[in-house]
C-alpha cells in the first residue's frame, strides 16, 4: 500500500480517535504547543465517559476541560513541569506530579517508569516519503512512540517540518486528524530594569564563540537582547524561542565556533511566534531531537564554552536553589535546570548561571535567604551551583568553601536585608 493510501485509511474525526483511549491509560502529550488542541478538546468533552486516564505533559500552555477537580478520576492531568495552565490543580493537589530531570523522561517511559500507553501529538504534514515531524515538542514524545499501544497525531499544515530525530512514518500511526488552526503563540516575558540588570552582568561574562542555553522567562530574555553584538554564537537548548531567531537575525549567532554539531542549532520544543515556526521549517541550520539528546550533561558538555542561562524563585547562603516551588508549594518544576547546570560543568570553559532578582513583593522579600524555606523542592544543589546573579552583582561559588559563599551570597542580596543575613550567617557559624 503507498504512503498516501495508508494515510487516508488513518484519516478519522477526534471524537472517534479519542475511543482508542481506554480506561486506566496513560496519554502523553508534547510540551507547550506541541500538545493537540483538536484532540484534547475532544477528550475533554469525553471525559465522564472514562475512567482512570491520565494526561501527562511536561508544560501545558492551554487549559482544557480536564482540568477539573469534579472531573478527576474521570480524566487526571499529570504535571512533569507545572505551568499557567496546569499550576492551581497542582497546588490544589488534584492534578498530580511527577519529579524528574527533563533528559531522563524518555528512559523513564522506556524502562516503564513513566507509563505511556497512548501518544496525542501534533504533527506537521506528511512528505513524499510518509514521514510526519514532531518538531513543536519532540521531547520524550518519541520514546513513547515504542511503548504506546496508539499513536494519534493531529496532522496541521502550520507545523512546521523540521530535521533531527524528529520522525514519525505514517505505518506507526493508529490514526490521524487533520486541523488547519494556528499554531498557538508564546510572547516574550516582560522584561523590567531589574531584568536589564542581571542580563547586563551575565552578557559581560559571556565569550565570543560560546554556545547557549537559554531558560524561559524575563532574565534569560534580557540576557539575549544583550548578547546582538557578539559574535560566532551557538545555540544547543531545550527550548528554542523568539530570543534565539533574534540573535540569529542580528548575525551573533552562526553556530561556526561549535565544537559538537558545528553549524546547526539544536533544541528539543519550540517556543515563541508565527515567524519562528517559519523560520525552522525546513531549515537545514535547525535540528530538534529528544530530551535525552540535548539535555544529557554529558552530551550537551561537548559544546566548549556552554553558557547555561537559568532563572529561581529563592537561594540560600550555600548556593542551593529552590527554583519550582514556594516553600512547599510547587509552582513550576526542575525541567531542564539541573541538566544543563551540570553540563555547563562539564564542559571546557563552560559556565552555568543561576539568574535571580533579589527580592520579591516590591522589595519586601529578599530572594537571598539563610536556610531555603522549610519543604522548598531544591533544583540546582550546592555542589553544582557556579555563578549566582543579581542586580546587585555577581556571586561565584564554584570551588569557595560554606564560608566564603555566604559572603558572596550577601554581597548580592538587596542593601536592605544584608544585615539580617550577615546576622544570621553567624549565627550559623557561616562567618
Known amino acids: 500500500m503507498s504512503v498516501h493510501a495508508l494515510y487516508q485509511s488513518k484519516r478519522t474525526t477526534a471524537d472517534e480517535a479519542v475511543q482508542l483511549v481506554r480506561n486506566g491509560d496513560h496519554i502523553i502529550v508534547p510540551t507547550g504547543v506541541g500538545e493537540p488542541p483538536t484532540l484534547l478538546t475532544a477528550l475533554s468533552e469525553q471525559r465522564r465517559s472514562f475512567h482512570g486516564v ?12 480536564y ?52 501518544v496525542f501529538a501534533m504533527a506537521s504534514t506528511m512528505d513524499a516519503h510518509g514521514y510526519f515531524s514532531i518538531s513543536l515538542g519532540t ?16 496532522v496541521n499544515p502550520n507545523v512546521p517540518f523540521t530535521n533531527g530525530n524528529c520522525h514519525v512514518h505514517v505505518s506507526q500511526i493508529t490514526a490521524l486528524v487533520e486541523s488547519d ?28 564563540g560560546s554556545t547557549l542555553q537559554i531558560g524561559y522567562g524575563g532574565i534569560p530574555d534580557a540576557v539575549v537582547v544583550q548578547l546582538s553584538a557578539k559574535k560566532n554564537l ?32 539544536v533544541g528539543t520544543f ?26 544529557d550533561p554529558y552530551i550537551a558538555g561537548q559544546n566548549n564554552k556552554l553558557a547555561a542561562i537559568n532563572a529561581s524563585l529563592q537561594v540560600d547562603l550555600m548556593g542551593q536553589c529552590g527554583s519550582e516551588s514556594l516553600a512547599h508549594v510547587p509552582y513550576s518544576g526542575t525541567g531542564g535546570q539541573s541538566d544543563f547546570v551540570r553540563a555547563a560543568n562539564r564542559s571546557e570553559g563552560g559556565k552555568a548561571f543561576i539568574v535571580v532578582p533579589a527580592t520579591a513583593k516590591g522589595d519586601t522579600i529578599s530572594r537571598i535567604v539563610p536556610t531555603l524555606a522549610p519543604g522548598t523542592h531544591v533544583t540546582t544543589s550546592k555542589n553544582d551551583v557556579n555563578y549566582v546573579i543579581s542586580e546587585f552583582g555577581v556571586a561565584q561559588l564554584r570551588g569557595k568553601s560554606v564560608k566564603q559563599r555566604a559572603r558572596e551570597m550577601i554581597s548580592i542580596a538587596h542593601p536592605a536585608f544584608r544585615d539580617e543575613l550577615t546576622h544570621a550567617a553567624q549565627r550559623m557559624n557561616l562567618l
Open 54 to 65: 491520565k494526561v501527562l505533559q511536561i508544560l501545558a500552555v492551554r487549559k482544557y476541560g
Open 67 to 118: 482540568f477539573d477537580l469534579e472531573t478527576a478520576e474521570h480524566v487526571q492531568h499529570s504535571a512533569l513541569f507545572f505551568g499557567p495552565a496546569s499550576r492551581s490543580g497542582g497546588q490544589a493537589g488534584w492534578s498530580d506530579f511527577i519529579p524528574n530531570y527533563f533528559s531522563e523522561i524518555p528512559s523513564m517511559i522506556r524502562r516503564g517508569q513513566i507509563a505511556a500507553d497512548v
Open 139 to 154: 521531547d520524550y514524545t518519541m520514546a513513547a512512540l515504542g511503548k504506546a499501544h496508539a499513536i494519534v497525531l493531529e
Open 181 to 208: 488552526e494556528p499554531i498557538a503563540e508564546v510572547g516574550m516575558p516582560v522584561i523590567g530594569p531589574v531584568q536589564l540588570a542581571i542580563g547586563s552582568y551575565v552578557a559581560d561574562l559571556i565569550e565570543d
Open 234 to 265: 551557538g545555540i544547543h537548548s531545550e527550548m528554542i524561542g523568539d530570543g534565539i531567531l533574534s540573535l540569529v537575525e542580528s548575525g551573533a549567532v552562526d553556530c561556526s565556533r561549535k565544537t559538537f554539531m558545528p553549524g546547526k542549532i
Open 270 to 295: 519550540l517556543l515563541g511566534s508565527q515567524k519562528l515556526y517559519r523560520f525552522v521549517d525546513r531549515n537545514p541550520m535547525v535540528e530538534m531531537h529528544p530530551s535525552d539528546f540535548t539535555n
